[in-house]
């Protein structure tokens, strides 16, 4: 009886087919979207009063509720611990810890923006839908071309501090550049087109260089572009995945067609 | 004879290869662009006297023009009630129904701005000529690769919110970052590589969190880029699309070549 | 005797194989730069005293120079006046008419600046080395997706319109969107992520709209890049361009293999 | 003996197989890094007392492991001086002469910024390693769309000449644009979509003017993509590139499979 209970409470939370488990799926994805707004709307300093006391009112209604589900999550697992180890189990906690450490030590109320670690739990919820086929080809596209990107970018963290060393001479102290980290930080601002304009250079030489860094930036922005596109436009190997395998331990999802345990608990797979 | 009338004015406002019906859609697109410039310049404060009661006389031609223009496209409709429903039915009404409620209610003017929703019409004058093509192979892309885009937008808005919220605790009220949503505001600023500057970190270990999340923007903005390009090179299949159909209810012109009534209205199609 | 000598310049103007040959272009790519620094130089304010004395016989020495070699490219043509009306033409004259003008009326100098325009001079002398292939091939990729990009083009202004007059509304002049052509301008400004941060959205309406204004413009310059990219990546015919042969009554040098006569100016071509 | 120690030292420093040549590597890319961790540190004024006596002390005992490590490569080379030429010989010694100089001279130390060249070394290092084959995929790449980049980067710079000229008469002195050379930072700025915001034009025709050519920048950043995509999805011929072989005088690394001899100094190569 009470293992029936808990295979259905198993079947609605990994599984999405059913009107039951889409609802559920639904209620989640929603109760994360309004937790991240009111922690939002909690640091805004403009709002006191009524409103104030109707967020706090929905920050304890959702902490209440997610903690229902983070019970029924340890009930259901066949080996809880290896759920409250995985990394969804952690951020599962932290998004109600929080709130009742504040009801202990005051201060603690900053923590409660772990919450909107939360939001990676939707990411969880999607895959399980239509979108994973979609998330899977742009994964393997970025995973394929990692070591290409990791290249790239050691090749702009060299350019990037040879020419904010560069600037700190030129410019110096005086036009905002007043060490060589914050030169980087400029060198950086300008290579990638972001532009603040808080600190630029004002000497003609430097305005050269600096011409130079944006010409450069806006070259070399090409390379991780041409990078993922020659990847995706690869003519890519059968996708044989099934994501409709979770693993009940730990809920890990993405395991190979051949594969009759988890690779990151070592559960059993149930089908 | 009323009825020959009748179907010439619909010849000529919803085809586009004869003199008068080319004549027709130059004159539309000209007028719209005139009406959108003189909604423009209407609201500079530094326009007085003669210009702006030029503006003023232009505006009323204008709206004249299109009161005529509504009136004969209701008339020409075999269902005027499902133009009038319609989408651009809606806009061509919206771009009159302002000038004349400002007769009565003086505050109404801002509504005149609705006119510029008109140039979306401009769109379909131009879907009947020489760039139907290219246009639909650019549609056809941007909607086989909606999913994808869709994953890679709730990706980086994820990633927004957690690196807004932590720059938040970094920063602080002190520096700009008043806010959660603020903080998430500037990073979207960042991140898509924009930069106002009017928040910028000034902290160490904000710079450096900036700098992490400029140098991500620079990559993953590939990502998109890749979607698409990967897309329009695959080879397309023919394409069957018969520009010359058009609703005469509704006026919606991508009809499959197999279609023999209209899927937006239920009318039947003229050819 | 003369003829020789004729045939001779005109060979060492319009080929570029013999040493003599390749000293011309070189020299007139020297001189087209140097010209360029000089009027720049000269505008900026604090060059003064003996500088400035040299920069005015530098300016005067290179003025000779062109004035040589436009009298000698208008005896070396064999229908002067074509290359007077021709564009280069026209603007080799512009690159000295305003030293002689400025003498005669003293607040003509700025029309020195009509000298930049020389620098697409090298264009044409570069088109006639090494760099003609590669040049074409950009071209071709540019003028085959020239339709594609218009109504992208032609979408971005459709954009940018709707979202200034929107931002207008929402914002309103006390935050800098004093009209709507400049909240247009501001929208331009974001959405092609420059963001100089002279305007920017104050109330939290405002950024939320930027901020769908700014993931838009990340999101949509992929379509550009996608549409050259797939033009380039297509399998190219075969080049069949022959950039040796140059009209020698106008200087056009893109004519197909099998013309006779110039496509421009009608002239017989030598080869 | 000698000759033995000699020829460990080389395999050592030369090679990156077994245990004691990859610790060599990881040594030295660590003690890169934190020499530059610590000449960046040093430039920040507020970094004083303790934390600048011990900055101090682990400077000179980088300086002190980069001399051994110079000599070592000077001992171990069969033409010394011919390693002394080559870039990263120099590069070596420019790291570590500052040291020296600073305690003859004590204003060299500025000089010191020259140790942040010796980042390069650590690409060399990497190169043996396993990223050889992204970074040789990338450099190809590179080096076969060289010319076509050329091209862009000369007509992007025109485009900057002629739009700065033209914003310095449109906005003039009293708007920032001081001169032609500011005027056309001004256009690199905003067409690289860098914006930094200390210059932007005021009157109405240039914002107008401005609004063009950030449409151009966002457009044309299409170019450089397209051709580093292109060349990228191109089918690559095989690699042939034997990462394993290094000329002992020079340390030069990419001979091709049948060198017998090293193509910088002409020494004979080892395997």
Redesign the interface.
């Known amino acids: 009886m009470s293992g029936q209970f808990r295979s259905e409470c198993r079947r609605i939370i990994f599984q999405s087919s059913h009107w039951d488990e889409k609802l559920f799926d639904v209620a989640l994805i929603l109760s994360i979207v309004v937790s ?1 707004i009111v ?3 909690e ?3 403009g709002i006191n009063g009524d409103v104030r006391r109707w967020l706090y009112a929905l920050e304890w209604f959702i902490t209440g509720m997610f903690t229902v589900e983070y019970a029924l999550r340890l009930y259901v697992s066949e080996k809880p611990l290896k759920y409250a180890h995985s990394f969804f189990g952690v951020v599962d906690l932290l998004a109600i810890l929080p709130a009742y450490i504040d009801l202990l030590v005051p201060g603690a109320h ?1 923590l409660m ?1 772990l919450r ?2 939360r ?2 739990r ?2 969880r919820v ?1 895959k399980l839908a ?2 994973i086929g ?2 899977n ?2 994964m393997r ?2 995973r394929a071309s990692a ?10 963290i ?1 350019l990037v ?2 020419l904010g ?1 560069l600037m ?2 030129i410019e110096g ?1 005086e036009h905002g550049f ?5 030169s ?2 400029w060198a ?11 600190i ?1 250079p004002q000497t ?1 030489l430097g ?2 260089v ?2 130079l860094i ?2 450069t ?3 070399i ?14 003519p890519s190997e059968a996708s044989t995945s099934s994501p409709d395998r979770i693993c009940p331990a730990c809920g890990w999802e993405n395991h190979d067609p051949d594969a009759t345990y988890c690779k990151v608990c070592g559960d059993k797979l149930v089908k």
């Open positions: 991240v922690v939002m709307l640091s805004v300093p900053y923006l909107v670690l939001v990676l939707i990411f999607l239509k979108y979609e998330a080809i742009l596209a970025m070591r290409k990107i990791a290249v790239f970018i050691f090749a702009v060299t501090l040879i060393s700190y001479l102290a007043t060490s060589i980290p914050k980087v930080y950086i601002v300008t290579l990638t087109t972001v532009g603040y304009g808080d630029s003609p305005q050269f600096a011409s944006m010409i930036g806006y070259g922005i090409a390379v991780p572009t041409a990078i993922v596109t020659s990847e995706m436009t690869r």
